[in-house]
C-alpha cells in the first residue's frame, strides 16, 4: 500500500520561507509523478506544483510561479517544496499526491494516493 506523509507546515511571516517534505513508501517512487495540491478555508483545493517521475519537467499554478520550486529525490523517495515570498494567501493546508494515470497534472482525479496534508499560515 501506497503511503504519503508530509511534513514541513507551520506558521511564517509574509516574505518568509518554508519548505515541506513529502515521504513516500509502498511502491517504486520512481515511477510516479507527484503533485502538491492546497485547500484554504472555504474554498477547493486547487493545484499548486507537479514533477514528472525522472524530476525532469516541473509544472506550477500561475500564482506560485517564480516563488515557489518542487524537486524530488529519488534515493530518498521523497520529493518537496520549496515555498519563498509567502502571501498571506498562500495560507491553506497542503496535499502531497502521487499521480495514477496520464492525466493532466494539474487534475485531482488524475492522482490516486494522498497524504493527510500539513498546514501552513502565513501572517500579514
Known amino acids: 500500500q501506497v503511503q504519503l506523509v508530509e511534513s514541513g507546515g507551520g506558521l511564517v511571516q509574509a516574505g518568509g520561507s518554508l519548505k515541506l517534505s513529502c515521504a513516500v513508501s509502498?511502491?517504486?517512487?520512481?515511477?510516479?509523478?507527484m503533485g502538491w495540491f492546497r485547500q484554504a478555508p472555504g474554498k477547493e483545493r486547487q493545484f499548486v506544483a507537479a514533477?514528472?517521475?525522472?524530476?525532469?519537467?516541473?509544472y506550477y499554478t500561475d500564482s506560485v510561479k517564480g516563488r515557489f520550486t518542487v524537486t524530488r529525490d529519488n534515493a530518498k523517495n521523497t520529493f518537496y517544496l520549496q515555498m519563498n515570498s509567502l502571501k498571506p494567501d498562500d495560507t491553506a493546508v497542503y496535499y502531497c499526491?502521487?499521480?495514477?494515470?496520464?492525466?493532466?497534472?494539474?487534475?485531482?482525479?488524475?492522482?490516486?494516493?494522498w497524504g493527510q496534508g500539513t498546514q501552513v499560515t502565513v501572517s500579514s
Open positions: 499526491a502521487a499521480q495514477i494515470n496520464s492525466g493532466a497534472y494539474s487534475y485531482q482525479g488524475s492522482y490516486g494516493y
Open positions: 509502498g511502491r517504486t517512487f520512481s515511477s510516479f509523478a
Open positions: 514533477i514528472s517521475g525522472t524530476g525532469g519537467y516541473t
